[in-house]
């Protein structure tokens, strides 16, 4: 079945630091999605990408939809310490099969550097 | 606007036992998809419930049902709990099929 291959796996922060994170596919997706999630809590939606080559915006977070519909990445400009959480991203494939399923990459886990 | 809610929070259930797990859509959203989530991976998709009609299904057997309501609440039933399926299972709404999913806080189910 399809796959998403998200890293760094993990990677620690300084605050002030920007962060860079990209998750790729063998296939195509229709919709890429960026969410983070904290412990013991529901993931919280940060971005929603919706066509090839997109690049958006939510306050210090850009996430780019990849020109291929097989890649898309998230930058963290200026971090402060509650960024640190895990970080996932979903694909949505075109419908058929499975429909509604949305395919999420193994998170990257955003640590305070010691 | 009340977002996603789900219950119970936390549940311990023995192998062998059935669960029912309960989900609140988003007001104004009319898709509810259920996720499991291992320890230290990301959700996998179990089904996803469109207008009281199941929109389709990931690989998950027959024991995984579910059912949604015509308020767009939905459940999520587990038949012969095995001990892996111990995890946090999420809820998601959207507005529409295809549209950005919003979480609940998810249910933790734990199976002796």
């Known amino acids: 079945g399809q796959q998403l291959n998200q890293s760094p796996q993990s990677m620690f922060i300084q605050e002030g630091e920007d962060v860079s994170m990209n998750c790729t596919s063998s296939?195509?997706?229709?919709?890429w999605l960026w969410y983070k999630q904290d412990p013991g809590e529901g993931p919280v939606l940060l971005i929603a990408?919706?066509?090839?080559?997109e690049l958006t915006s939510n306050g210090r977070l850009t996430a780019q939809f990849g020109i291929t519909r097989k890649d898309s990445f998230l930058n963290i400009s200026a971090s402060i310490p509650s960024d640190v959480g895990i970080y996932f991203c979903?694909?949505?494939?075109?419908?058929?099969?499975?429909?509604?399923?949305?395919?999420f990459g193994k998170g990257t886990k955003l640590s305070v550097k010691p | 606007e009340t977002g996603v809610t789900q219950s119970p929070t936390h549940l311990i259930k023995t192998r062998g036992q059935q669960v029912t797990l309960r989900c609140s859509s988003q007001?104004?959203?009319?898709?509810v998809s259920w996720y499991q989530q291992a320890l230290g991976q990301g959700p996998q998709f179990i089904f996803q419930?469109?207008?009281?009609?199941?929109?389709g299904r990931g690989n998950f057997p027959p024991r995984f049902s579910g059912l949604q309501f015509p308020n767009y609440s939905s459940e999520l039933n587990v038949n012969a709990l095995e001990l892996d399926d111990s995890a946090l299972y999420l809820c998601?709404?959207?507005?529409?099929?295809?549209?950005?999913?919003?979480f609940g806080p998810g249910t933790r189910l734990t199976v002796t």
């Open positions: 998601a709404s959207s507005r529409e099929r295809g549209r950005e999913q919003y």
């Open positions: 296939s195509i997706f229709n919709t």
């Open positions: 990408l919706y066509k090839a080559g």
């Open positions: 979903a694909g949505q494939p075109p419908y058929g099969g499975s429909q509604g399923n949305l395919i």
């Open positions: 007001s104004g959203h009319n898709t």
């Open positions: 419930y469109y207008r009281e009609e199941e929109n």
